[in-house]
């Protein structure tokens, strides 16, 4: 497989990857993350306690545009998005793991996996500064698929194909979601499915956890632990291949003070 087709299929993940943490970072449907920066007064009503109630449950998670996430650096929120959301995802990634050895015979745990790397290493990129599209590309296949891509070259005339959905999508039905980054993931792993022959390069479990995947029951937990860890090797290698190779153009963080 070429860079170029690499880098296409890697283009159209970063476009649903993108829309989808703008969402997660600036919308605030109900005012909680708003409402975090506000005190209680003795005119509240019991809506406003409740909503209070919300608020700092969920300011207690540092959810991005809430009042503890305006005090994270750039080093706090990207790991954030390791800890809180990558860990999430990754309940989706393990999950297969319980059938055991049935399903490690299948390519979706692997599939998954790259999606949900591929999504948290845009973050943590976001949160360094590195906004542009093709700096997201060129840390995915870098980091996932141990390809120096580069993009200066011209893209050959392609040949006319009807047009793709729009980027709006992700934040469309999902906007308000719970589950937006599982969607997501599984939006991304769809367009990523051409990259059969990349996605076992990415960082897998190490050996332990990859022994005890193919153990029925036994096999989910395992995943799990062992997507972590490979998560977080990920994370690591992303952030010192922005270090390296990218130039920060703004901080990117949520923000309905900002």
């Not at 750039?74 to 990558?86: F, L, Q």
């Not at 193919?214 to 799990?224: D, E, M, N």
Request: glycine letters at 6%; one cysteine or more.
């Amino acid at each position: 497989m070429d860079d170029r087709t690499v880098a296409t299929a890697l283009d159209r993940a970063v476009a649903i990857i993108d829309p989808v943490l703008d969402v997660l970072s600036e919308r605030d449907p109900v005012g909680l993350k708003k409402r975090t920066f506000r005190r209680p007064t003795e005119t509240d009503t019991a809506v406003d306690k409740v909503l209070d109630a919300l608020a700092a449950a969920l300011n207690a998670t540092d959810f991005p545009g809430t009042e503890a996430w305006q005090k994270l650096n750039a080093a706090a929120r990207s790991e954030w998005w390791v800890a809180r959301i990558g860990a999430l995802n990754t309940v989706a990634v393990a999950f297969p793991g319980v059938f055991g050895v049935l399903v490690n015979r299948l390519p979706l745990q692997d599939l998954l996996g790259f999606a949900n790397q591929s999504m948290v290493l845009v973050a943590v990129a976001r949160e360094s500064g590195v906004t542009g599209r093709g700096d997201h590309v060129r840390l995915l296949a870098s980091v996932l698929c141990n390809r120096e891509i580069d993009l200066s070259e011209p893209e050959p005339e392609p040949e006319p194909e009807p047009e793709p959905e729009p980027e709006e999508k992700p934040t469309s039905r999902r906007d308000c979601g719970p589950f937006a980054l599982l969607h997501a993931m599984w939006d991304v792993a769809t367009v990523l499915r051409e990259l059969s022959g990349e996605l076992a390069k990415r960082p897998h479990s190490r050996g332990v956890y990859r022994v005890l995947a193919a153990v029925p029951l036994v096999g989910g937990i395992a995943s799990y632990f062992g997507e972590r860890g490979a998560l977080s090797r990920a994370a690591e290698q992303g952030r010192r291949w922005v270090a390296d190779n990218a130039r920060p153009v703004r901080h990117v963080g949520s923000a309905v003070s900002e």
